[in-house]
């Protein structure tokens, strides 16, 4: 069974330092990647995405993320973090041709900023 | 101008008892999702709709149902609500089936069951 494993439920980071949100997943077919994030008590709202072609990808609020295929990881990344990035980021898969219509999401990571 | 609502945001209600929560969209999207949100499990998947009346199973669907006879609506009920459904709920919607936009998703409700 497809899973998506989010390496680490907290990142502790100092504003203005640069940060790496870790995400696995398991699978052997294509599959679209993507990361959400979830303000307090907010729902959730699309980071960015892979779907194909190049594998770095450029979201919102200055984040990216590369799609290593070798390594099944969608690791999201961002130079300079500001107090305004914490939240909950979750990642997610889905196969490219899977026929259902399901996501399968990691577990979260909270990502603190420290002043 | 928010394209999709839940309401209602919070709610408390008693063991044994029916709850209803609604999902109202403005986008006409035909995909609609409901997902429950619990520390450590990430979100998992209830019930979805593909179209009205269409509707199926998830990965977390026994004690809830679903209907959806209006595009715009989707309700998620829980025939009789338990304590292990102590959750906060959330609804998505899509324009496509392979969700490569992405889903938009409500502001959630939280659900207390006592």
């Known amino acids: 069974a497809q899973s998506v494993t989010q390496l680490d439920s907290q990142v502790p980071v100092f504003e203005e330092a640069p940060v790496e949100l870790r995400c696995n997943y398991s699978s052997s077919v294509s599959v679209y990647l993507f990361w959400y994030v979830q303000y307090p008590n907010q729902g959730l709202q699309l980071l960015l995405k892979y779907l194909s072609g190049s594998t770095l990808v450029k979201g919102i609020n200055g984040f990216e993320a590369e799609f290593n295929k070798s390594q099944t990881s969608f690791h999201l990344r961002k130079p300079s973090v500001h107090i305004s990035d914490t939240a909950e980021y979750f990642c997610?898969?889905?196969?490219?041709?899977?026929?259902?219509?399901?996501?399968?999401w990691g577990a979260g990571t909270k990502l603190i900023i420290k002043p | 101008d928010a394209g999709i609502t839940q309401s209602p945001r919070h709610k408390v209600t008693e063991t044994g008892t029916p709850v209803t929560l609604r999902c109202h969209q403005t986008e006409n999207h035909r995909y609609m999702y409901w997902y429950r949100q619990d520390p450590g499990h990430g979100l998992r998947l209830i019930h979805y709709s593909y179209g009205v009346k269409d509707t199926d199973k998830g990965e977390v669907s026994d004690g809830y149902s679903v209907s959806r006879s209006k595009t715009e609506d989707f309700l998620l009920t829980l025939e009789s609500a338990t304590s292990s459904q102590t959750s906060v709920y959330f609804c998505a919607i899509s324009e496509s089936v392979e969700g490569d936009r992405g889903y938009t998703f409500g502001s959630g409700t939280r659900l207390t069951v006592v």
């Open positions: 997610a898969v889905r196969g490219a041709r899977w026929s259902n219509y399901q996501l399968i």
